[in-house]
């Protein structure tokens, strides 16, 4: 650990290469189809959220695992280029890195082809204690699960805020799930736990694993949400020009655990969120459109009683 030593958010989970296209319509099989648009980028559910966080100022340190591979080597650089700490990234000699292929289709929504890569999980040898009981929040996907059970245990017993940024149901999440304080999932993460209840109705379900918060995000059907004893809410999606929704919901995260940072009420923490993710989908690829805290500031749709420009 050699640069800093006080990242105010650790992020322990995903990264990925990923590369986009942007198509009218998908082809039959053994077809061709024009690309209108095409980009290579860093992606991954935490490492964009880390991404989005450093844009807005915030001190973060990325924890996880690439290969030694063209890609891993454009992963770090992309995070290191966006003063995201990677000093708790591991390189596994002769692994591949996790890699997406994405198709954005003329509305804006993404199908994606992942290949998870063959890097092995952290281990709990791999985790910089210091580093987790330093900072104020720490976000996990519930990947490299053993060392993200042990890391949030260390932030329980450090007043460390836990935030899991939910996206599928995963081997592990049981153990996982009683460490968090906030439960920010997906719809999809939803349907895997609770098969046939809807996101209103699976709040308090959520908070019964103990976190303080559970927030669910619906995609363009905006996000679900509810604190321990106070009533469930529901916050719409801003209305944009949609390209691309491929990382709306990490940088969603980012912004969430921004707001947490500021200490706003969880309505504006939401809102504020809801913003971030919104600006985001106007470009191709889940890190060029994420808006600096300015723009955020500056949209007419966020325009709520608290002040944005909050100082971390
Ligand atoms: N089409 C859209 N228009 C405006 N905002 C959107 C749109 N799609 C998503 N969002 C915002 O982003 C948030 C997160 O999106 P979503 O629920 O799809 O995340 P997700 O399932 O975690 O996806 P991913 O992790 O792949 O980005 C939504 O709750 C909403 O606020
Ligand atoms: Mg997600």
């Known amino acids: 650990m050699s640069e800093m030593k006080r990242p105010d958010v650790v992020g322990i989970g995903q990264c990925s290469y990923d590369i986009l296209g942007r198509l009218q319509s998908f082809p039959q099989a053994d077809q061709k189809t024009d690309l209108d648009e095409i980009l290579l980028q860093g992606g991954g559910p935490i490492a964009t959220a880390l991404v989005t966080l450093s844009r807005f100022g915030t001190s973060t340190a990325f924890c996880g695992a690439v290969g030694d591979d063209e890609f891993g080597r454009k992963i770090e650089a992309g995070l290191r280029d966006e003063q995201v700490d990677c000093s708790g990234l591991k390189v596994e000699p002769g692994a591949a890195s996790q890699t997406a292929f994405i198709a954005v289709d003329k509305d804006g929504l993404r199908t994606v082809f992942c290949h998870p890569g063959t890097t092995t999980p952290l281990e709990p040898k791999d985790l910089d204690h210091v580093l987790i009981r330093r900072s104020k929040i720490l976000l996990l996907d519930g990947t490299h699960v053993e060392v993200a059970c042990e890391a949030a245990r260390i932030a329980r017993a450090n007043s460390v ?55 669910v995000t619906c995609g363009a059907k905006g996000v679900w949400a509810q604190q321990r004893g106070d009533s469930l809410f529901h916050q719409s999606a801003f209305p944009v020009p949609v390209v691309d929704t491929t990382g709306c919901g990490d940088v969603f995260h980012g912004g969430y655990v921004y707001g947490l940072l500021q200490g706003w009420p969880l309505a504006d923490i939401v809102r504020f969120a809801s913003v971030c993710a919104a600006l985001k989908a106007r470009q191709l690829g889940g890190r060029s459109g994420i808006p600096n805290i300015d723009e955020v500031n500056s949209c007419p749709g966020s325009s709520c009683k608290c002040n944005f420009a909050g100082v971390v």
């Open 161 to 215: 805020v836990t935030v899991l940024d939910g996206g599928s149901v995963r081997p592990g999440s049981a153990e996982l799930l009683p460490l968090i304080d906030h439960l920010v999932v997906s719809e999809k993460f939803v349907g895997q736990l609770s098969p046939g209840k809807s996101p209103q109705d699976v709040s308090a379900h959520l908070l019964e694993y103990g976190a303080t918060t559970a927030v």
